[in-house]
């Protein structure tokens, strides 16, 4: 964590406000797993291939045979 979140945070619990240093916390926590993640991303990012021909089953529609075609023929 950040220093200032953590001033933010004993400032607010020394206070009583409660809701505002659990906000403080997980929102900082959130800030850096996120940050984490796309630094990540940028470093090593993941490739990913789907065959041409790939079906799909989605519920109440049956199976599509190559989904991307059938949306855009729509």
């Known amino acids: 964590m950040r220093p200032k979140n953590i001033a933010v945070g004993l400032a607010a619990g020394s206070r009583g406000d409660a809701e505002i240093a659990l906000g403080t916390a997980f ?11 796309g630094l990540g991303a940028l470093i090593a990012p993941l490739r990913a291939s789907l065959p041409r021909t790939c079906s ?6 049956g199976r599509l045979t190559n989904p991307i075609v059938a949306a855009s023929s729509s």
Do not use: P, Q, S, T
């Open 27 to 37: 929102g900082g926590a959130i800030f850096l797993v996120c940050f984490a993640l």
């Open 56 to 61: 799909v089953e989605i519920e109440g529609l």
